[in-house]
């Protein structure tokens, strides 16, 4: 069993930036991979990024440029920092662990409860 947590959402302007952070519990050895996901009003969840345990990162092409994942030295907490944010980005955002084989990303069963990021003027 695989526990994690977001943080680091909230209230942002067009153009603003916030590191959104997915701290993981239990049984951590099992990550292969963590991918950031996100649900916008009447939308899909959609994968946003994903980081390989071998540190190599996938981006939807909407995040390409504008959003970085990584992790901490400790492999446990895993951010997502995004800049140049845009209405558009506005979501609950969501990490879940999960498998990455080169550039695709499969979703795992462990997933935390989100955090809500809006972005407006």
């Known amino acids: 069993q695989v526990q994690l947590v977001e943080s680091g959402g909230g209230l942002v302007q067009p153009g603003g930036s916030l590191r959104l952070s997915c701290a993981a519990s239990?049984?951590?050895?099992?990550?292969?991979?963590m991918g950031w996901y996100r649900q916008g009003p009447g939308k899909q969840r959609e994968l946003v990024a994903a980081?390989?345990?071998?540190?190599?990162?996938t981006y939807a092409d909407s995040a390409k440029g504008r959003f970085t994942v990584f992790r901490d030295n400790t492999g446990n907490t895993v951010y997502l920092q995004m800049n140049s944010l845009k209405p558009e980005d506005t979501a609950v955002y969501y990490c879940?662990?999960?498998?990455?084989?080169?550039?695709?990303?499969?979703?795992?069963?462990?997933w935390g409860l989100g955090t809500q990021v809006t972005v407006s003027s």
């Open positions: 879940n662990s999960g498998v990455k084989i080169g550039t695709l990303y499969t979703e795992g069963d462990f």
């Open positions: 239990g049984d951590i050895s099992s990550i292969n991979a």
């Open positions: 980081l390989g345990s071998d540190g190599t990162t």
